[in-house]
């Protein structure tokens, strides 16, 4: 268990620190007046998270498993992870409510950061 949480460190943060965020009362937070704010950050702490999942996984599994394997899973966990705060938002938060465009833009925030993972880690291979 210490192996996974020292290996997941940055990644398990993150999912705290989301988690944290898409169920805290946001009553006493003053209102942005900035349009669609709310899914700039679905979009930007989904495609954190899934950045910070590929990355990790790229950096300790490359030598054990396969890349598709660190990909899917950069992939899945997030999108699955945004869909699950969705339904728990509708169904058992008394301060939020759940919303599938919020989804969207977690899935549209992985897709875009894999893109970008995928960018910079082949970069890196190059430099190597």
Not at 31 to 39: A, H, L, M, P, Q
């Amino acid at each position: 268990m210490f192996l996974i949480v020292r290996k997941y460190f940055f990644s398990i943060l993150l999912t705290l620190i989301i988690t944290y965020l898409c169920f805290m009362n946001t009553e006493p937070l003053p209102e942005i007046s900035v349009t669609n704010f709310d899914k700039l950050v679905h979009f930007l702490m989904f495609g954190g998270l899934s950045g910070g999942v590929f990355f990790e996984n790229t950096a300790y599994l490359k030598n054990k498993i396969s890349y598709q394997r660190i990909v899917w899973g950069s992939f899945f966990f997030p999108i699955v992870f945004g869909g699950l705060i969705e339904i728990i938002q509708e169904y058992q938060s008394p301060y939020r409510s759940g919303d599938w465009m919020d989804f969207l833009y977690d899935a549209i925030g992985v897709l875009v950061s894999l893109a970008i993972c995928f960018k910079i880690n082949t970069r890196l291979k190059e430099k190597r």
